[in-house]
């Protein structure tokens, strides 16, 4: 291969398999009941909070943190438009 293409091994484009890309999910809206519940009380979850939630609502913590950044990010653009 071209050393200069970044193809690390001429086999998948140096991307590992174990770190492929899931399709986006959106939260479903008995999910989205909780989490904003949730939010209400507190918009930073401890580390154990945002793996009870992952639990309880079939989601990986990771994913539960994101969420919650992403409606703190919207809160704070909300709060810029107005």
Known sequence: PD???GD???KN???DDSHKKMKRKRASP???LVLNRVFNQTSFPSTELRAQLGEQLSMSPRTVQIWFQNKRQALRTQGRSR
């Open 13 to 15: 484009n140096g991307v």
């Open 8 to 10: 690390l091994d001429g």
């Open 30 to 32: 008995s999910q989205l």
């Open 3 to 5: 050393p200069g293409s």
